[in-house]
């Protein structure tokens, strides 16, 4: 794993204490205007109301970009000395039981092939297929989404494909998803536009690089590489 300058420690360390000390008073602002709209006994206009609402839906949010950049700040800390060995297969019953309410609700389909072992960290990346299952709900079509999760290997290590049978991907924006705020479909997303770059960030830092096709039949295809253990 090549070093990485003390620029991105210092970064690292500015997103966390800003995120941090955002979060106090955004849950108070968040929880007071909350209150208010639960006990609007001097509610006199629906006007004032939609105010209130707003409020609410800012803090909230702030509060999810307050969540991307703490994630993306723990992405960027990532070391070899917290890296174990782990079986992806296993990982990825994980992520599908932290999902499954989500997944159950859409209607999705989840399939995966044979998957190796790696070393690497396994909160990270789990939470690289998270994110990937997580845009692929957000931006799947009228019929329910269906996902394939494969990993081919290669001589300097491994391949892995998240397909899906969403929107699809214009090619023109393939490489700017990644890039922070940007978003593959109109929706707040995870971490607000976030996602992607957190993928990224957690990818090469173990390694890899992440990149995203465009499938001639729909959907979209988001691939990743890992060294081999």
Known sequence: M???????????EILWR?????????????SSAELLLRDRLTQET?????????????????????DGLTSYGM????????????RMDVL??????????????????????????????????MQVFEILLRNAIENRRQEPPQVHITAEQRADGWVFAVHDNGRG??????????TPFKRLSGGEGAGAGL????????????????WAE????????FLFTLPAE
Not at 46 to 64: C, H, M, P, S, W
Request: aromatic share 4%; hydrophobic share 40%.
């Open 46 to 66: 629906a006007e004032f109301e939609k105010r209130l609402g707003f409020i609410v839906d800012g803090a909230a949010r702030i509060e999810r970009l307050a």
């Open 169 to 178: 991907i214009e090619a023109i924006y393939l490489e700017s998803i990644f």
């Open 18 to 30: 800003a995120c941090h000390d955002l979060r106090g008073p955004l849950r108070s602002i968040r």
């Open 214 to 221: 465009s499938n001639a039949g729909g959907g979209s295809t």
């Open 92 to 125: 990825l019953r994980a992520v599908l039981a932290k999902l499954d309410r989500v997944l159950r609700d859409a209607g999705a389909s989840i399939s995966y092939g044979d998957m190796p072992r790696i070393l690497g960290n396994p909160d990270r990346l």
């Open 195 to 210: 996602g992607l770059t957190i993928c990224r960030a957690i990818i090469e830092r173990h390694g890899g690089r992440i």
């Open 2 to 12: 090549p070093q990485h300058p003390k620029a991105t420690d210092d970064v690292s």
């Open 75 to 86: 992405a960027l800390q990532i070391g070899r000395e917290g890296f174990q060995t782990m």
